[in-house]
């Protein structure tokens, strides 16, 4: 009952905080903007009809008095649910099963691809709090063996972690061990590390894409979708670190920049998540202008990504994070959970483009 | 509960007890018929309906495997040695419900579905039959070029010599032997147009280079595939091989599998030598004790690299690190093993015919929380 309680109140300081002072959360000060008591009742509004707070409100400008459909925009747990359905309802030849751990768990990701053919970069072995496997000797080792490296630049990764949590760059050198860029020891690794991890070696990203922010590999995030017709293009956008971050997740405080996909370029404005920042023109580190900056190998990329899709054919659609390196597209890894909310902010197509391409049409959604 | 689910339910139950009567009579009608060891001394016909009636009432399922685990012997035989089918399914899925960290994942698919096991293995470097393409009955890709194209290229690709295989096929189900020679397609050695083949492939399928089998395994069975079950599983986080049979293909067919009348024979795990015993499923035939088509005596054969299979099934096993215990079938090629098949679904039956420690060396594996629930159980 206390739990409750406890619940019931922080939702209730959520809203409170998401209600509060408008005009200082907007993403368009420059735009007429609705009443507070407008975006009172809108807001509840949507607690009503999805049981819960929409955290985008700002974000999607809804607080526009002009230029936003709110019934364009799909709302999370409905993208779950439906996501859910139509991968159950893929199958392959007349058999069920069950293939989103091929996406959810980076070893099996990376090994499927490799064997594939595909980009990805190397993972040479796994670790826990004990061990570590080198895949090319097949040898169980104790982890203080990882000293015994002369160099190592590599990134672990907690198999099945999501977004930036569980993911930790390392660096041997000369016999020190360097953990998230500082001098660490391998007790402090093996105190950091949570479960079962792989072991991947760091790519070096393009220098057009270094110009944009040199300290994360910025990589963008190409949705594809089985549709009627064959594997289709549902959206793009490229994701960039910001403030001295090495990791270019929204989540983590990074920008977001949709992409036009007909000239490779971007567009004029990049997002950052609410409570990060607001709107911006131009990378707020190293002042690079947004509008027109071309990504290098877009196409190739995007011709990769549907055709590694046709060999996910049990899942319905995937949100592809692609690094962009001098060699090319590298897959980086695949989410079953794309992040609609993160690709609605620049694109407010999606619901239509996720709708049209499902197995079958749930028209109430649409409502 | 609605009246429509009360009504099914008493429709299952009815139709439970029929077909567990049924079985019960057949029992009691023609014992002898039904028995692998007819030389030695068996129980009477009443023993035989109370055992079958005591093991339907403990487990709730009928025993179809009572004669092949030789119940029927008058000699010391404690069933409750045996796991029943239903109790080790519910085990199995208990013990599979895998978590990493704090997260979860099915990894079934990774053994059920032959293009993607086949992948795996490719890029951990375990041998295993080459994928060639993917298929379905319009279109084939193929993965050397990564083209996909009409399903008539085939006829382009000259000397092909493959399996079709239905992506989550079971057993020999959907497996299709194919050849092209000058253009022309030949299904099963008999010459087939591609509108034929398309008539008769699964809807999804893999295409995956033919093997052939070391000279020694020819001598058993040369017509088939002649494959290696041998079930691993994790116990105390370390993989251990548990127990293996030897399939053997008869009468010319293609196919090993017990459930299409091969016979299988217990390996000894130290030495690789085959048992004096051959058995084949229920209503497939008895006990034999050399093959009915090479003359082979089974007694002693020896299994080539069988020490290499057990080392490589037990690494790969590390891999798939989301299931608990996992029923390879491996192929002994000219060269050495070769993974063919990861099987989730390992026939408890079959092992158990040959192994009556099986139930313990299960359940000894079994992470604490599970055995602890099983013995307050018990």
């Not at chain 1, 002369?150 to 360097?178: H, R, W």
């Not at chain 2, 994942?105 to 795996?120: E, I, P, R, S």
């Not at chain 2, 595939?225 to 053997?248: C, G, K, Q, Y």
């Not at chain 2, 408890?348 to 420690?357: G, L």
Request: with cysteine; charged share 25%.
């Amino acid at each position: 009952m206390s739990m409750l309680l406890k619940r019931l109140s922080d939702r209730i300081s959520s809203l409170r905080d998401h209600l509060r002072s408008p005009e200082s959360q907007t993403y368009y000060p420059q735009e007429k903007r609705k009443s507070n008591f407008v975006i009172w009742i809108e807001n509840l509004w949507w607690i009503l009809k999805y049981h819960r707070i929409n955290h985008y409100y700002y974000v999607y400008g809804f607080d526009r008095k002009t230029g936003v459909n709110k019934s364009d925009y799909l709302e999370e747990s409905v993208f779950c649910r439906l996501r859910d359905e139509s991968n159950r309802i893929m199958w392959a030849g007349g058999h069920k099963t069950s293939y989103p751990c091929l996406l959810r768990d980076k070893f099996l990701f990376g090994q499927y691809l490799k064997a594939l053919g595909f980009p990805t970069p190397a993972i040479l072995g796994f670790c826990d709090k004990n061990s570590v496997i080198w895949l090319d000797t097949r040898q169980v080792e104790p982890l203080e063996n990882l000293m015994k490296q002369n160099s190592l630049d590599v990134f672990v990764k907690e198999l099945l972690g999501e977004g930036a949590d569980g993911v930790y760059p390392l660096k041997i050198e000369q016999g020190k061990l360097y953990l998230n860029n500082k001098q660490a020891t391998i007790k402090e690794f093996k105190e950091t590390i949570k479960d079962k991890c792989i072991i991947q070696k760091r790519i070096s990203q393009h220098p057009q894409m270094n110009k944009l922010y040199p300290h994360s590999v910025n990589t963008v995030r190409l949705v594809t979708a089985r549709s009627r017709e064959g594997i289709v293009m549902l959206s793009a956008l490229l994701r960039l670190g910001a403030n001295g971050n090495q990791c270019d997740n929204w989540a983590a405080g990074g920008i977001t920049v949709g992409i036009d996909l007909e000239t490779s370029r971007l567009s004029e404005k990049g997002m950052f998540k609410p409570g990060f920042g607001r709107r911006v023109f131009r990378h707020p580190d190293t002042g690079v202008e947004f509008k027109n900056f071309e990504i290098p190998y877009l196409s190739k990329a995007i011709n990769m990504a549907k055709e590694l899709h046709s060999f996910f054919y049990g899942i319905h659609s995937v949100g592809w994070d692609v690094a962009i390196t001098n060699d090319g597209p590298v897959f980086i890894e695949g989410n079953e959970n794309w992040d609609t909310q993160m690709m609605q902010v620049l694109d407010s197509n999606i619901k239509k483009k996720f709708l049209a391409a499902l197995p079958v049409q749930k028209s109430r959604v649409l409502n | 509960m609605e009246t429509r689910e009360k009504k099914t339910i008493v429709i299952e139950l009815i139709d439970r007890f029929q077909t567990a009567a049924k079985f019960l009579c057949g029992h009691l009608g023609n014992p002898q018929s039904c028995t692998y060891y007819p030389q030695e001394e068996r129980k009477s016909r009443l023993a035989i309906y109370l055992d079958n009636l005591r093991w339907i009432l403990k487990y709730h399922e009928i025993n179809h495997f009572y004669y092949l685990y030789g119940f029927d012997r008058k000699i010391d035989i404690n069933q409750n040695d045996y796991i029943a089918t239903g109790e080790f399914f519910e085990l199995r899925e208990k013990v599979n419900k895998a978590w990493i960290g704090n997260r979860k994942a099915a990894y079934f698919c990774l053994l059920q579905d032959k293009f993607l096991f086949g992948q795996y293995l490719k890029a951990l470097g375990f041998p295993t039959p080459v994928n060639l393409a993917i298929c379905d009955r319009e279109t084939i890709t193929w993965l050397d070029s990564q083209e996909t194209e009409p399903l008539e290229s085939l006829l382009e690709r000259d000397k092909l010599d493959v399996f079709i295989k239905e992506l989550l096929g079971e057993s020999s189900r959907g497996i299709y032997p194919l050849k092209t020679e000058d253009g022309k397609l030949f299904v099963d050695d008999k010459e087939v147009t591609v509108e034929e083949l398309k008539k008769i492939i699964p809807e999804m399928s893999v295409v995956q280079q033919r093997l052939y089998q070391h000279p020694q395994m020819c001598k058993l069975h040369p017509n088939s595939l002649n494959t290696i079950r041998i079930v691993t599983l994790f116990s105390d986080n370390e993989v251990v091989p548990m127990s293996a049979v030897m399939r053997v293909g008869v009468k010319g067919r293609q196919f090993d599998n017990w459930a299409a009348g091969g016979i299988s024979l217990a390996i000894d795990l130290t030495t690789g030598r085959l048992s004096r015993k051959g058995i084949c499923k229920p209503g497939l035939g008895g006990i034999v004790e050399q093959h009915p088509d090479t003359g082979i005596i089974f007694e002693g054969f020896e299994i080539p690299n069988f020490a290499q299979v057990v080392q490589m099934v037990c690494a790969l096993h590390g891999f798939f690190y989301g299931i608990h215990s996992v029923g390879w079938d491996v192929a002994i090629a000219k060269e050495g093993p070769v993974v063919v098949e990861g099987n989730n679904l390992w026939e408890v039956s079959i092992m158990q015919a040959h192994d009556s420690n099986i139930k313990n060396k299960f359940i000894a594996s079994l992470p604490d929380e599970i055995r602890l629930k099983i013995r307050r159980t018990v």
